[in-house]
Structures are given as structure tokens and as C-alpha cells.
């Protein structure tokens, strides 16, 4: 497993109570899986019928991964977890 630093972004990170995480993960999926295990609110946030909402947007180092759940981690990386940006 990668040791992985985790950004939640907007009301990700309002309902999880933090900013950041480190956790050892080797996917996206372990990443999601992990945040809802330790910040249930997130579920109904990220999945609706057992799905990754449309909505979530999810970077790794940079990189939009368009839900790529799978994605494989390596040690090191930065996951951002943020709902659609929006301004005026």
C-alpha cells in the first residue's frame, strides 16, 4: 500500500471536518472507501445508488481522473477530492 495525502475540497470538507488526510490506499476506490468508513457523511456526498455521483471530481497529483476509481496510487501522492467549481 502507498502512504497517500488526501485534500477534501468545499463542502467535502465541511462535512468530514478536515482538509487533509494521510492513509495508505492502492486505489481511488480504497481512498473513498476509507473517507466514508472514518466520515460517514461523505456516503450520500460521493455515491447514490452505489455509484460515484456525477459531481465528484477527483486529481491525483494534478491529474483529472474523470472517476477513474481504479487508478493506482503510489507512495507520495496527492488525491484532491472537490465538488464541481463554480464562481462568478
Known amino acids: 500500500m ?3 495525502k488526501v485534500k477534501l475540497f468545499a463542502n467535502f470538507r465541511e462535512a468530514a471536518g478536515v482538509k487533509e488526510i494521510d492513509m495508505d490506499a492502492d486505489r481511488v476506490a480504497d481512498v473513498l472507501d476509507e473517507l466514508v468508513r ?4 461523505l456516503e450520500s456526498m ?3 445508488g452505489g455509484k460515484l455521483r456525477e459531481y465528484v471530481n477527483i486529481m491525483v497529483n494534478g491529474k483529472n481522473l ?3 476509481v481504479d ?7 496527492i ?3 472537490f465538488p464541481p467549481v463554480s464562481g462568478g
Do not use: H, M, Q, S
Open 71 to 77: 487508478y493506482g496510487l503510489r507512495e507520495g501522492d
Open 2 to 4: 502507498a502512504r497517500v
Open 79 to 81: 488525491v484532491a477530492i
Open 66 to 68: 474523470r472517476r477513474n
Open 38 to 41: 472514518k466520515f460517514p457523511k
Open 46 to 48: 460521493f455515491y447514490e
